[in-house]
């Protein structure tokens, strides 16, 4: 696609429920990251594909979070057993190793635990 | 690994003020250094970037950053701030390889009418 797709925008869950978020990066983009922004807080780093493994996961919070990568497109970030903190704005951003570097961001799926 | 220090967490402008947002990166070069805008509820935006090509970098809206190697800094400035410059700003490092990306903790940017 012309840009990194993220859904759903909004994600409103009750504490205990998994939840799902999508990443749909740019069509050819190798890379792909995902990031939490918590309220006023800066970019936390959460997991980092390139193609369909992910050589960096080490900012997984917990077990309870778990993130796949198919055919070296669409991501899916699960969170099980949600909790209220885990209330935030989940961020995808893809690039291409062999471009200019920058990160290209979705708009981001809000989530909030109830 | 590196890392990536914003000075500020909330700045202040007049309109048509200077805008000066401090970013300082830890001591080994990255390959590449980023200014980022986040606008309220959407992802962040590309404002500039540095790939060693020339120290003084000019980006979208009238912004830019100078990289002082020096100084292990990267300070985004624009010369008149104006009303819809009010935003987030984050400055991002990457690390040697290229494949991962450091980022600050973010500067909120008031522009006072």
């Known amino acids: 696609g012309a840009g990194v797709s993220q859904s759903p925008s909004n994600k409103v869950t009750e504490k205990g429920k998994d939840v799902e978020l999508r990443c749909d990066p740019i069509s050819g983009h190798t890379a792909l990251y995902w990031y939490r922004q918590s309220l006023g807080q800066g970019l936390e780093f959460l997991i980092y594909f390139q193609g369909n493994s992910a050589p960096d996961k080490s900012g997984l919070p917990s077990d309870r979070f778990s993130a796949e990568r198919t055919g070296g497109s669409v991501s899916t970030l699960t969170i099980q057993r949600t909790q209220q903190e885990d209330s935030a704005v989940y961020l995808c951003?893809?690039?291409?190793?062999?471009?200019?570097?920058?990160?290209?961001f979705g708009e981001g799926s809000r989530l909030t635990v109830l | 690994a590196q890392s990536v220090t914003q000075l500020g967490s909330h700045v202040s402008v007049s309109e048509g003020a200077l805008v000066l947002l401090r970013c300082n990166y830890s001591?080994?070069?990255?390959?590449?250094l980023f200014w980022y805008v986040q606008y309220p509820n959407q992802g962040l935006q590309l404002l500039l970037k540095y790939t060693s090509a020339a120290t003084l970098v000019k980006g979208i809206n009238g912004f830019e950053a100078e990289f002082k190697k020096s100084e292990t800094s990267f300070h985004l400035t624009k010369p008149s701030a104006h009303m819809s410059d009010a935003a987030e700003y984050f400055c991002?490092?990457?690390?040697?390889?290229?494949?991962?990306?450091?980022f600050g903790t973010g500067t909120s940017l008031t522009v006072i009418p």
């Open positions: 991002a490092v990457t690390s040697n390889t290229g494949n991962q990306f450091y």
């Open positions: 001591s080994s070069v990255p390959p590449y």
């Open positions: 951003a893809s690039n291409t190793i062999t471009g200019t570097g920058e990160l290209f």
